[in-house]
């Protein structure tokens, strides 16, 4: 068994001026704001985000998390977060902030009630219960974009709206919520890229029309803006994307190769993926991490970040990928296996007991491989089987 000690890289991730909330304690800062009822807390900062971005002082990167990660994809189907978000609005029925995050939730409530397969392949029932959250969502947000019309979130998740409605006329409907928005904000990296994604084929768009859209907004941003360079990169990332699904992957490569100068995040996210299809596990991990810098909440990018510094024995990599990805999506056995497997390697037996057996519970194949490390526990370190998943805060 091999051990091996907190890598540097760790530190150097965790002083990037890009890399907000990445560490375990600050990590889902804002959905602790909301779970603990501390609304005028997090309206403050959210304010100060808002506000920041439309005037050019926070970057996007900041932005995202202030208004993404309110709650995590594990608590879509409790019924705390809607709670939570009922009492705010009873206690400030006059906060525009109460009404946009109570309109963000509706929408990622009703997308997950949709599932996540092409229509054909998705019960019309799910469609049905998916489009009852999203009229309560933009219900929300219209009033949310009335009393603070600069609330760039709300016309960022009315296009996400809109996009699903194959209605006469919705592409229409998008532009003009991006046309409103941008007096706010003309180089918006938040609404474009919004925007962008609409356009992509599997949306009914076309790579030509992303194109088209990049050269008439490039006058919207500076000379050289690093923002407007990774927007440019989301035609490679979308034909990268689906050449990995067919399994082309050196064609794959040579696009993710010739555009990687545009530093989209989302572009390195196919490459860690492709990087771990081909076993170059230290690519991999170069090229997760540099997305968890702009995105640290994909659990995508956690994903390949984990499995890669795996099988790289970089345990305390591991460890962190695999906690923030368990953070988000909850209780599998797959996750917290792994998640089990680095805290053993770290020997915090303790913590990785509890991670093996609730794994075992959830699957009890999986004791084909947690055998070996939970017999070593028990007759070696018999006072480190008590704790529980919830004393880690999963």
């Not at 509706?106 to 997950?112: C, N, Q, S, V």
């Not at 790579?207 to 927007?231: G, R, V």
């Amino acid at each position: 068994m091999k051990f091996l000690g907190i890598n540097t890289f760790f530190m150097i991730w965790f002083l990037s001026s890009n890399a907000i909330a990445n560490d375990e304690a600050d990590f889902g800062h804002y959905r602790k704001l909301l779970l603990s009822g501390q609304f005028s807390a997090l309206e403050k900062e959210q304010h100060r985000i808002n506000e920041g971005y439309v005037s050019g002082r926070v970057t996007w990167s900041e932005f995202y998390p202030a208004f993404d990660t309110l709650w995590f994809s594990r608590d879509i189907e409790g019924g705390l977060i809607e709670a939570n978000l009922n009492k705010w609005r009873r206690q400030q029925p006059s906060s525009a902030y109460a009404l946009l995050n109570s309109g963000n939730y509706y929408y990622a409530r009703g997308f997950e009630k949709r599932g996540g397969k092409w229509v054909s392949e998705t019960p019309g029932k799910n469609i049905d219960n998916m489009w009852r959250d999203f009229s309560v969502a933009s219900d929300y947000l219209t009033k949310a974009l009335k009393m603070k019309p600069n609330l760039i979130q709300g016309y960022r998740t009315l296009i996400n709206i809109k996009n699903h409605s194959s209605g006469v006329g919705h592409t229409e409907q998008i532009k003009t919520i991006v046309n409103i928005s941008i007096q706010y904000k003309k180089n918006d990296y938040v609404l474009w890229h919004a925007f962008l994604h609409t356009q992509k084929p599997r949306w009914g768009g076309s790579y030509e029309a992303m194109t088209q859209t990049l050269k008439d907004i490039k006058d919207s941003f500076p000379n050289d803006d690093i923002n407007y360079s990774m927007l440019t990169g989301m035609v490679a990332t979308d034909m990268a994307d689906l050449l990995i699904r067919d399994k082309r992957y050196e064609q794959a490569s040579d696009i993710i190769g010739k555009y990687e100068e545009t530093k989209y995040p989302l572009l390195y996210l196919e490459k860690a993926q492709l990087s771990k299809k081909k076993k170059d596990y230290q690519q991999c991990v170069d090229a997760a991490s540099y997305v968890l810098t702009y995105y640290p909440y994909d659990t995508n990018a956690l994903k390949s970040m984990g499995s890669c510094s795996d099988k790289l024995e970089n345990w305390a990599e591991a460890k962190d990928a695999y906690y923030k990805y368990s953070m988000i999506k909850g209780r599998g056995a797959w996750q917290l296996y792994y998640l089990g497997k680095s805290y053993m390697h770290l020997r915090e037996y303790d913590k990785a007991y509890a991670l093996f057996k609730a794994s075992e519970v959830l699957k009890p194949k999986y004791k084909k491989y947690t055998k070996k490390y939970v017999s070593y526990i028990e007759r070696e370190f018999p006072n480190m089987t008590h704790t529980t998943l919830d004393e880690l805060g999963l």
